[in-house]
Nanobody
Framework: QVQLVESGGGLVQPGGSLRLSCAAS????????MGWYRQAPGKQRELVAQ???????NYAESVKGRFTISGDKAKKTVSLQMNSLKPEDTAVYYC?????????WGRGTQVTVSS
């Protein structure tokens, strides 16, 4: 059974940084994408950052230049370095690992940006 566990969330002041990490257990064959989504209260879940096979990365416009995603398919880990955090970054962040046939999700970690 595949499980993804996120860590690194918490409370941070505006302008601060956090690093989210995610590790998967269980067998996952043919990973072709790894990413992070977030969901703020009252809003739809949105893609924050994604890394595809070949190292291609995609970012939401709102986080470009501030967030950096990295992943290791062999280790089944994915991280998100978040700098210059803003109150609007407050949300539950979910990591994902995808193959051609499945998308696995973590349970989420809360990130709160507030003074």
């Amino acid at each position: 059974q595949v499980q993804l566990v996120e860590s690194g969330g918490g409370l941070v002041q505006p302008g601060g940084s956090l690093r989210l990490s995610c590790a998967a257990s269980g067998s996952i064959f043919g990973i072709d994408k790894m990413g992070w989504y977030r969901q703020a209260p009252g809003k739809q879940r949105e893609l924050v950052a994604q890394i595809l096979s070949g190292g291609i990365t995609n970012y939401a416009e709102s986080v470009k230049g501030r967030f950096t995603i990295s992943g290791d398919k062999a280790k089944k880990t994915v991280s998100l370095q978040m700098n210059s955090l803003k109150p609007e970054d407050t949300a539950v962040y979910y990591c994902t690992i995808g193959t051609w046939s499945n998308m696995y999700w973590g349970r989420g970690t809360q990130v709160t940006v507030s003074s």
